[in-house]
């Protein structure tokens, strides 16, 4: 979305509210049933400007370990300072500038859409769970192990080993 700050700009308004609707960007394995809501607003303190919003998004994916469907709610805060471009470049001559603090405002408009979208998809949980414990699947056959066990051997002898086994059968048998 595309944000007129121009009133804002002009001293005409103290704040800017901010309630929009934002489609995220695709990602592999993760379905977004709706669009994030966005809320929040600029404010203007005597100069210095500051954007501050929330994002709320639902999604569906699967767990990691067993493949189980997952449904859940991503929400995070978004806050940057709002600089006008003549004002970005005299930021970022500093020693200490980080460009991911800044939202630049090019006449009068302020688009962040690109970094509402980057911020969601770093917030995104790296691997997704149906719960903390899930104990995946039997490495055999698939089956969950949390619908109980399946009856396949899971102790396996390292085959470096076998020839060890043999040995001790050998004495067993003696």
Same mark, same amino acid.
């Given at each position: ?16 509210? &901010? *309630? ?11 379905? +977004?049933? @709706?669009?994030?809501? #966005?809320?929040? /607003? ?40 709002? &600089? *006008? ?11 200490? +500038?980080? @460009?991911?603090?800044? #939202?630049?405002? /090019? ?25 903390d414990d899930c104990p995946g699947l039997c490495p055999k056959c698939g089956k969950p192990r949390a619908e109980g066990e399946c009856g396949c051997v899971t102790k396996e002898i390292d085959p470096r ?14």
């Amino acid at each position: 979305m595309i944000l007129d700050l121009r009133p804002l700009l002009r001293g005409e308004l103290p704040a800017l509210e &901010v *309630d929009y609707t934002l489609t995220p960007p695709p990602m592999e394995g993760i379905i +977004f049933p @709706e669009p994030a809501r #966005v809320t929040g /607003k600029i404010t203007d303190n005597t100069g210095y400007m500051s954007l501050t919003l929330s994002c709320d998004v639902p999604y569906i994916g699967e767990c990691a370990r067993c493949l189980a469907p997952v449904e859940g709610r991503l929400a995070f805060d978004f806050s940057r300072t709002v &600089v *006008d471009e003549k004002g970005y470049a005299m930021v970022s001559d500093t020693d200490d +500038f980080d @460009e991911d603090e800044y #939202v630049v405002v /090019k006449d009068g408009m302020l688009d962040i859409d690109a970094q509402l979208e980057e911020a969601l998809l770093l917030e995104f949980p790296f691997r997704l769970l149906c719960r903390d414990d899930c104990p995946g699947l039997c490495p055999k056959c698939g089956k969950p192990r949390a619908e109980g066990e399946c009856g396949c051997v899971t102790k396996e002898i390292d085959p470096r080993f076998e020839i060890l086994k043999k040995l001790l059968e050998k004495d067993e048998n003696v």
